[in-house]
């Protein structure tokens, strides 16, 4: 029998209650063991003896950390990990190897193919849950951070520069990606990928206290905006990158970026109240401020441009103004006295 645990690392151990543990061997009494430990700890504990049970499981039931058996019959643990870290949904999930092979080459394969860290066999369950506790306070960090920015109305992506695989992904964020760009991951969007790259190109080695210029792409009169927020790791991060801010590799590692969509249809709509627009009238005149041309406004509305050149004289008439450029600056000036913040 283990001897019992210190009192300060079961209380915390203890405090962990709810996170999800999917533990993978193909041998019932190491299920056995890790399965006992794991619940006096308040862990809820999902098991698979197989790699291919191992990724339905890991689908279904997205738990917050994988204990895996490196050497199964059929699929082993090395191609389960390459598999769970090419899926987007999975992919976040850490995974710690269970190995009795204690080559060097059998760890780096094991880390290479996406394992945070590695225990040995025989199991020490104390160990297990020590090794544990590390990485699961990371990924727990890194999982209210993203419902935070998604309940903020953020979406956040985390892109690995070098390959431009698209890691994870809120919900907010696949949405978005997908309207805008019609992408799905692991694909990250080309002109996306291209601004990450450059960006850090830009930043270099050399430190900066100024944020990269952002990213932002229109779909009709909603605009979505993507900044640069830190270094989360990667394959390619270098020691000790702590953020967009600081000091880092010129490419490469695993970079979060947060998005923002910002819509003006309540622009467009203070517009047509405050001259008496029709709600086409006032698009195009909203668009007018933007510096689109009649053939523009005429391809973002589904209308010719002598349609467009229909509507923009009626507005003329009823703002009292002669040309394109005395409209777009009236209107200008009544939308900054009702939305301050509004940019052009």
Known sequence: MNPPLPSAVAALLDQQQG???LVVD???DNLSLLHDALDEHGYTVLAATSGEAALASALQGQPDIVLLDAMMPGMDGFEVARRLKANPL????????MTGLTETEHLVAALQAGGVDYVTKPLDPRAVLARMQVHLQGARQARQTRQAL????????????????????????????????????????????????RSLEEMGDAPSTQEPPRLSAE????????????????????????????????????????MREVSDAAVIRSLGLVFSLTAREAEVLYWVVKGKINRDIGEILGASPATVKKHLERIHAKLGVETRTAAAAMALTRVREMHPSWEV
């Open 19 to 21: 996170d999800r543990v």
């Open 219 to 258: 779909l009709g009169a909603r605009r979505l905006s993507f900044r640069l927020h830190n270094c989360i790791g990667g394959e390619d991060a270098p020691s000790g990158a702590s953020g967009a801010t600081g000091t880092t590799s010129a490419v490469g590692g695993d970079w979060l970026i947060v």
């Open 150 to 197: 998604d309940a903020f109305g953020y979406a956040s992506i985390a892109v690995r520069a070098s390959t431009g695989r698209l890691l994870w992904q809120t919900p907010l964020a696949r949405e978005l990606l997908q309207l805008y760009y019609g992408t799905v991951a692991p694909q990250t969007p080309a002109p996306v990928l291209a601004w990450l790259r």
């Open 90 to 97: 999975t992919a976040h999930i850490p995974i710690i190897f």
């Open 26 to 28: 193909d041998v019932p």
